[in-house]
């Protein structure tokens, strides 16, 4: 024991505690976009007009509405990919502090698309949203959005934010 505690037995001990760090590590690859893009956007829509798309990147399409009928005053937006393989995560946050979460790691071309707003009860709130391909193309998008009483009682639904893109 005394011998592994000198100063060789230090050393060889901290070699062979390195090896075994890399070895577990593995070889990984990282793709960095060295110029990505970044801008902002901003729909403001009355009650029954069509959806406009606030985004269109990398396969990565989101458009906005102002809901009609019982949903009338209420923003509808909804994300659909362009890509044969990619995943959606993110959460959203509505005015009264719940936590609404955003997962599909299907989301593919020619899916559904997914809700980026809430449903039911408060419908104004921000969220954030990361989409990836299976090419590694990575956008993110931080948004907020609010009902009809925005923009000093306009009567208009908003989605608005920003992203940044591969």
Avoid: W
Avoid at 23 to 43: E, Q
Avoid at 106 to 134: C, H, I, M, W, Y
Wanted: positive net charge.
């Amino acid at each position: 024991m005394r011998r592994m505690l000198g100063s060789r037995g230090m050393v060889a001990s901290l070699a062979a505690f390195g090896a075994v760090v890399v070895v577990a590590a593995g070889p990984a690859a990282a793709s960095v976009s060295k110029n990505p893009t970044t801008k902002t956007f901003s729909v403001i829509a009355k009650n029954g007009q069509k959806a406009k798309v606030a985004v269109n990147v990398d396969g990565l399409t989101i458009n906005a509405r102002c809901g009609t009928g019982s949903a009338a005053g209420t923003p509808v937006v909804f994300a659909f990919s362009g890509v044969p393989a990619g995943d959606l995560l993110g959460h959203m946050f509505d005015g009264a502090g719940r936590t609404h979460i955003i997962h599909n790691t299907q989301f593919n071309k020619g899916t559904n698309g997914v809700r980026l707003t809430p449903t039911s009860s408060d419908f104004d709130g921000s969220g954030v949203v990361a989409f990836e391909s299976s090419k590694g193309v990575v956008v993110t998008v931080t948004y907020a959005f609010d009902n009809a009483t925005t923009l000093n009682k306009q009567n208009v639904c908003t989605f608005y934010g920003s992203y940044v893109a591969t």
